[in-house]
């Protein structure tokens, strides 16, 4: 049998441990081959690939990124874009495909299965871990660590000063990051997508944390929205999965909070940072695990399944039911952490 794998959407730290997970096992236990999809759908649609074998993915496992390459391409959105897709299956001798990506690339794999006939596996990519067939996704762990020491070392520099600091993490409609990281990093405010805040209530917990002599710090969610506005936009312009760019709310909300306050009020925004370097342990063994459990579903053609965290055990779940419904967070946890505001 010969696999294709391929990386889609935003890129993030795991990629390659699932990478070499099915490569190991797949060559090693089943006398597989296996052959990359470079960049993404955009691969499979443009017939891009590279040779995937053991030496290609030795060494990187601690590395972030992805060796495929990613993209956002959509092939329904693509001229032809199936009947590419199927043709460099047959070209490439490809036998089964495994996807490893987000909400919107795992959709793609759960549409070719089931329309199509081409047999996939998908394998739970994303920061946001806003998959709802899944406990965690990994580059979540990740992307939790690097926004929480941001925000210790946010801490001492806002305290010297005596200033707000506002921290804007991602999170388009889910915010899982902010909250981790802030519950983590002891900060005054979180806001989230799932709950639109109110200003006067943002500004009373900063002006609270001033009176007891301590400089506040604002954790907010890409995506978060006051209860009279809406998202806060970095353009207009769409993708191929009709996502628009988010970013700018920390800035916005920085200029509310200094205006109405009279503090001083500065803003870091993570982006992509969040997205960098070399993945965390748990996210290494999650994301390997993943790798391994998804090339035994090929193995069994237990196809159009996608393998998820359940517990401590890697389960199957239907990729159309994993791709669904977004896990959102609950507003019983939100007000559960919401001890810590101001």
Known sequence: MKVGVLTGGGDCPGLNAVIRGVVRKGDQEYGYGFIGFKDGWRGAVEGVTVPLDIPAVRGILPRGGTILGSSRTNPFKVEDGVRRIKENL????????????????????????????????????????????????????????????AIDRLHTTAESHMRVLVVEVMGRHAGWIALHSGLAGGANVILIPEQRFDMDQVCAWVASRFTASYAPIVVVAEGAMPKDGDMVLKDATKDSFGHVRLS??????????????????RTTVLGHIQRGGTPSAFDRWLATRFGLHAIDAVRDRDFGKMVALKGTDIVRVPIAEATAKLKTVDPALYKEVGVFFG
């Open 90 to 149: 047959t070209k490439y001798e490809v036998d089964a495909l495994i996807a490893i990506g987000g909400e919107d690339t795992l959709g793609v794999a759960a549409k070719l299965y089931e329309e199509y006939g081409i047999p996939c596996v998908g394998v739970p990519k994303t920061i946001d871990n806003d998959l709802s067939a899944t406990d965690y996704t990994f580059g979540f762990d990740t992307a939790v660590g690097i926004a929480t020491e």
């Open 248 to 265: 700018g709310v920390g800035e916005w909300l920085a200029k509310e909070i200094e205006a109405r306050t009279g503090k001083e009020a």
